[in-house]
């Protein structure tokens, strides 16, 4: 009898599945890039003219993103010329520092990845580089865009989202 019922609990058991494989896991790449990504507007007769996020890419992967302080910037307009015309500038402000980028270049779509991409299929993606900051400067990081003739952003990296604790 016993092994009548031994025999009935293992195939009853193998019959059973592991349905943690489809349970809910986190994206942590992208929990990682919601927490770095700071957001900013212009807003002009009470209208939003230019919507604009900025994910600070060293938080996101410092592995990759390592030699420079790199981010990436988001931006949805309905003026395009803003974009084209060099109208945007930026600056970095870290402990006593001020930096302008090394460098700037639009992401095209085709070069998006699980990290660099848009939200918005409408707007156009820009990377930023600028020269390392200590890491007393990386606490206290502050990125400005300046728009000519709409106005400033500033996005502040100051304060660090916790990390997420799953």
């Not at 900013?40 to 890419?57: C, D, K, Y």
């Not at 520092?97 to 992401?107: G, K, L, M």
Request: glycine fraction near 4%; include cysteine.
């Amino acid at each position: 009898m016993a092994r009548v019922f031994l025999w009935l609990l293992v195939l009853g058991l193998g019959g059973c599945t592991d349905n943690f494989a489809d349970a809910y896991k986190p994206d942590f790449l992208a929990e990682q890039r919601t927490q770095a990504t700071r957001k900013g507007e212009v807003i002009v007769n009470l209208r939003p003219v230019l919507s604009a996020l900025a994910t600070h890419l060293n938080d996101v992967d410092p592995v990759i993103y390592h030699a420079r302080e790199f981010f990436f910037v988001e931006i949805f307009t309905e003026d395009q010329s803003l974009l084209d015309n060099d109208a945007i500038s930026y600056t970095l402000y870290g402990l006593k520092r001020v930096e302008t980028p090394a460098w700037v270049r639009e992401v095209h779509k085709e070069e998006f990845d699980s990290v660099l991409h848009t939200t918005n299929k409408y707007a156009r993606g820009f990377l930023l580089a600028f020269d390392k900051l200590n890491h007393a400067a990386q606490e206290e990081a502050k990125l400005e865009m300046d728009i000519v003739g709409l106005g400033k952003i500033l996005f502040n990296f100051a304060y660090k989202v916790p990390a997420p604790a799953f």
